[in-house]
Structures are given as C-alpha cells and as structure tokens.
C-alpha cells in the first residue's frame, strides 16, 4: 500500500479530472476503478498515462475508454513506482480529452440505456418497415432478440462499444427498441461471430491480451460526423413463445402454473383495470385474426402480460403482448398475409 491514496465515486468526480490532478502532480501509481463486476488498472508514470488494462480484456486505450462507461464506478489511487510495458503513447492531455468526450457522450446515451449490462429488444413486428432508420441500423434491428447485452452485441458484431450504444440510442428514442434487464429470446444468427466471453478477472501482473484500437466517433443524434459503411447481418431467429404463467383467460385450456402474483403495492386500480381491458381486446382481435391452432398461444402470452401487470410493468405489458403474439404466429409458422393482417388490427388498437 503506498502513501498519498486518493479514492472517491466517479458519480460525484468524473476520474478524468481526478487523473488530471494526479498527472499534474508527477505522480507515479496506479488507479484501481471498480464499478459492479467489471475492474480497470490505469498506470501512470511521472504524471503520464503509459498502461490501462480490463477485466474486459482490453488494454491501452480500449481498455481506457472502457471506463467512460462507469458512471458509477469508483476509483482508488495508491502511489508507487510503474514499471509496465507503456501500452499508451498519446500524451495525457490528448488522452483526457478523448475520455472526457467519451463519458460526456455517455452520460446522454445513459439517459435511454442506464448500462451495457441490459438486453435491448426490437420492438419492431415482423413484417413491419421500421421508419426513420438508416440501413446501419435496420440491420442491427435483426439482432436485438433480447439475448444479448450492449456489451456482448459489440463483441459479437465485432464493432466499438460506443458506436453500437449510439445506434441503439436513435433506437430507444425512435420507439423500435426496449431494453430489458433480463435475457430472453434466441441468439441471432450473426455469421462468423465468436460466442461473447465472460468478463475475465485481472491478473494480478500480466496485462490482458491486446484488443483493436477503438476507431473514431462516427455521426448520431448526438455527434454530427461521417457515418460508417452498414454491415451486413443476417436476419434473427425468431423468439420462442413465452413460457405458460398462472393466471388463465375465460376459454382457455387449463395450465399448470405456480400461484398467482399479488397486486405490486402501489399499483394503481383504475389504471390496472383499463390496461388489463386492452390485453383482452389483444387478445380477442388476435383470435379473430389466426387459425385457432394459435388460440392457446394468445391465451398463454395473455396470461403472461396479465401477470406482469399484477407486478407492476404498466403499459409496457401492453406493447409487448402485441409483440409476442405477432412473433409467436411467425414462430408457429403462420402465412404471411395472416400475419400482416393480425399486425394491422393490432396496431389499429393502439391507433384508437
């Protein structure tokens, strides 16, 4: 342990200014930041940046860049003599600033998607033209089936993190895109993608293996530059149907299921009741729209949303009923003018 430790938040001080401070001291050490179950190493010798490592299994400056992600993330600062393969050449000032940027631009994305560590959903139905979406991300549309994370898309698509957390934030704010804290759905078939790795702990010595160097920031809603060529992606596997919960529908088979979901406190009634209404009316106009081969389906993802109501999701359950009935006939392998059919008597629910 050395003298002069210095520790804080990066929620309260962002650590690019801490590492400032530092580096105008001339100080020696390494900053040990933390946030959840991800870690970063940033050495520093004579008051430059020469060395940063993950346990994401970035070094240099990806695994620098990394920690614009941490908002929350804490830092401790324990002073001594470096002496790491230099893995950073830039001079501090031109790192800080790239930073600086990147956790400026960071914390606007956050707004929409509060962390990585979430699986965003298309909320796209099949068959529909998503609007307003340039070819990059209708492509990266087909992706998002709730399997992977932010992270793990990055990997797999094999594109910088914060480009791929850009395209889903046009995304989230146009309306095609929900993020959930849960994985569900199939993987996406991505051809010659590798399988994401688990977040791998630090070695105690040895730097992680050397990662591509982050390339620079493209255009988006939020900074105006050149975008890049889209990529290529096969379309998605379709989604399995919900799971059967409790909770059944006047009709419907029976269904083993556990005991139901008391009322989340502080859910409103009247507003209970009006949402539940509109998960009958889905449910009674997908009925009418497919073959009754498809009926106990609608009854099960019915049930679904009624319990996730009883929990507390709000209109949300609502949206997203609409969307596993239209994915579970395509799934079920209904014809495709069944399909464009049920899609517009749905959305003619919403339209009222």
Known sequence: MSQGGIQGNMRDTPIADIIQLVCGGNKSGVFQVEQDTHRA?????????????????????????????WLDGTYRFEEGPQDAAATITKSTPAVLSELGMRMDEWRVISQKIP???LYPVSAVLPGDEPKGVNPREAKLLQALTGYYTVAELAEVMQRPLMKVAKDLYGLVMAGHVTMKGVRSGRAPKIEGAPAPAAPAPLPPSAPAPAFQQAPPMEETAIVKLAPPPPQAIPAAAPEPLLETVGGGVAGAAPVAAPAAVPVAAGVDPLRLAKLTAYTQRIASTAKAALPSGNHQMVDQLQAAATQALLGGEGPDA??????????????????????????????????K
């Open 318 to 351: 609502v949206k997203n009923l609409a969307l596993a009935i239209s994915k579970g006939a395509v799934d079920a392998g209904v014809d495709g003018d069944t399909v464009r059919n049920l899609n517009a008597q749905l959305k003619a629910i919403f339209a």
């Open 115 to 117: 962390s990585v560590d």
């Open 41 to 69: 190493r940033i050495h520093l010798k004579d008051g430059r940046i020469i060395h940063a490592v993950s346990s994401g299994g970035h070094e240099g400056m990806d695994a620098l860049l990394e920690v614009a992600f």
